[in-house]
């Protein structure tokens, strides 16, 4: 048979869904979202000499490097020459600290073989 209180369950339950996702989770996505692009735009810097380069939302739903007033903290026009001249030295350093830690990951993975075969040969 019908039940009337079944019916006003799933009608509270639907109403209070619906409140807690309107009113807690919504907030909560979009100060995530916030605080993540915040923390992005403050890490993703790097000084090259006096000047500030950031990372800029381009046009094409990219990035590329820009200047940065570090007074303003607005970008700052840069010339083509510059921009390929920073992305040489980004890809540089990037190289740079890829090779630095694959080897010291080879160095950590030669430790553990020879620790691995000293218990084996304790072990026999």
């Not at 692009?37 to 000499?49: I, P, T, Y």
Request: net charge negative; hydrophobic share 30%; with cysteine.
């Amino acid at each position: 048979m019908f039940d009337e209180r079944h019916s006003q369950l799933v009608s509270n339950y639907a109403k209070s869904s619906d409140y807690f996702a309107r009113n807690i989770i919504a907030p909560l996505i979009k100060y995530v979202c916030a605080d993540t692009v915040e923390q992005w735009n403050k890490k993703a810097r790097f000084e090259l000499g006096k000047d500030t380069y950031a990372l800029k939302l381009d046009g094409g739903g990219g990035y590329s490097w820009a200047k940065v007033d570090p007074k303003t903290n607005n970008f700052l026009p840069v010339e083509p020459e510059e921009a390929k001249t920073v992305e040489e030295i980004v890809e540089q350093s990037l190289a740079n600290t890829n090779a630095h830690q694959q080897n010291q990951t080879n160095t950590s993975n030669t430790l553990s073989t020879h620790s691995n075969n000293n218990s084996y040969s304790e072990i026999e």
